[in-house]
């Protein structure tokens, strides 16, 4: 890869204005302009390894786009740091700008329909990252917005932080995915779901480890299972050790997630075994690293020792979030040269 910079022109679909670049490229649209992406399985498998490359050309700063006029939206129902701060970062230096909606002084809140907010935001946005609890509310939007809707978080996925996830595992295995064993402990929660399809996506193994009745969705277990094939494999099963042993990647989340909170505290002792801490780390492979999407409960889901150790990439996994979003945006908005 050259370390020379260059700034490349960027096609906005709705005013068709070009960037004066320093290099004058052809465009390339992608399979993924003008899309929504409400699921990790959104993308096809050449899609996502594509994303991934424009992600670490875009935080070598091998690559520089410039999305001057596009117009971001973020529509938050729940809390967040990383995803809204990234968004909102990964847009501003694509040279566009964001528009942080208030959910809470929206009409929406008093009961204005879905579908008719959704069709005025799209006449004044040109992409909107959600963040809700029902999947089928991100749906309805994506269903009367003609501009590409984001699942920024639901109760069903995360599919943002998978990307970012995946760039992690590429850079400490060598640009790697496929073939690599991926362990995930703890709640079969949204970010498990989208890891399961997402693994199935790149051709790596998961193991899916929790508490009998904290399984992931059957249909998701199923969904990942038909995308994996005979290329990789997806295992539910409830014992953390024989699902360590040997991977590549040890991956967790609250036990709780947001609109569980009640809950929090019944749920330690359940899952207190699928802990990650040095020891459960010792059976993994010795290469192993270790992912967590954040905010990170220590003690509880994971141990200080292990967030903070040799092994963990947590930091440069959140930083990925900006990266990953930022490439995200380009694709959906309408490619790169
Ligand atoms: N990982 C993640 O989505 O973090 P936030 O809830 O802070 O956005
Ligand atoms: N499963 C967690 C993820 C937070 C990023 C939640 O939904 O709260």
């Known amino acids: 890869m050259s370390s020379t910079v260059h700034i490349v022109p960027f096609a906005c679909p709705k005013f068709d204005t070009f960037v004066v670049s320093q290099r004058q490229v052809g465009k390339h649209m992608t399979g993924l302009h003008g899309r929504d992406f409400l699921s990790i399985t959104d993308m096809a498998t050449s899609d996502m390894l594509e994303l991934l490359t424009l992600a670490a050309q875009l935080k070598s700063g091998a690559?520089?786009?410039?999305?001057?006029?596009?117009?971001?939206?973020?529509?938050?129902?729940?809390?967040?740091?990383?995803?809204?701060?990234?968004?909102?970062?990964?847009?501003?230096?694509?040279?566009?700008?964001?528009?942080?909606?208030?959910?809470?002084?929206?009409q929406v809140s008093r009961g204005e329909p879905v579908k008719d907010t959704?069709?005025?935001?799209?006449?004044?946005?040109?992409?909107?990252?959600?963040?809700?609890?029902?999947?089928?509310?991100?749906?309805?939007?994506?269903?009367?917005?003609?501009?590409?809707?984001?699942?920024?978080?639901?109760?069903?996925?995360?599919?943002?932080?998978?990307?970012?996830?995946?760039?992690?595992?590429?850079?400490?295995?060598?640009?790697?995915?496929?073939?690599l064993t991926m362990t995930y402990l703890g709640d079969g929660n949204n970010v498990a779901h989208s890891l399961i399809l997402g693994c199935a996506l790149a051709g790596m193994n998961i193991r899916v480890a929790t508490p009998p009745d904290y399984q992931p969705d059957a249909a998701i277990v199923e969904q990942g299972r038909k995308i994996a094939g005979d290329r990789s494999t997806v295992t539910v099963l409830t014992d953390p050790k024989a699902a360590v042993e040997g991977a590549h990647v040890l991956y967790t989340d609250v036990w709780a997630s947001m609109g569980q909170e009640d809950l929090a505290e019944s749920r330690i002792p359940i899952f207190q075994p699928y802990q990650i801490n040095n020891e459960l780390l010792a059976i993994a492979d010795k290469t192993a690293i270790v992912l967590h999407c954040l905010p990170a409960h220590r003690g509880e889901?994971?141990?200080?020792?292990?967030?903070?150790?040799?092994?963990?990439?947590?930091?440069?996994?959140?930083?990925?979030?900006?990266?990953?979003?930022?490439?995200?945006?380009?694709?959906?908005?309408?490619?790169h040269s």
Not at 306 to 318: H, L, N
Not at 322 to 333: E, G, I, N
Request: aromatic share 8%.
């Open 301 to 335: 889901e994971i141990t200080d020792a292990v967030i903070e150790g040799p092994q963990s990439r947590v930091w440069q996994e959140a930083e990925n979030r900006m990266h990953a979003q930022q490439a995200l945006l380009v694709q959906l908005l309408g490619g």
């Open 118 to 179: 959704a069709r005025i935001l799209s006449s004044y946005l040109d992409v909107l990252a959600i963040r809700t609890y029902e999947q089928a509310e991100l749906q309805e939007f994506a269903d009367y917005a003609d501009i590409p809707i984001i699942n920024a978080l639901t109760d069903l996925e995360h599919p943002c932080q998978i990307l970012a996830d995946f760039q992690a595992v590429q850079e400490s295995f060598d640009g790697q995915l496929s073939g």
């Open 63 to 106: 690559v520089t786009i410039d999305c001057k006029g596009k117009i971001l939206g973020l529509l938050f129902r729940k809390s967040s740091t990383r995803t809204r701060v990234s968004f909102s970062s990964a847009m501003w230096r694509l040279g566009g700008q964001v528009i942080d909606l208030n959910v809470s002084v929206m």
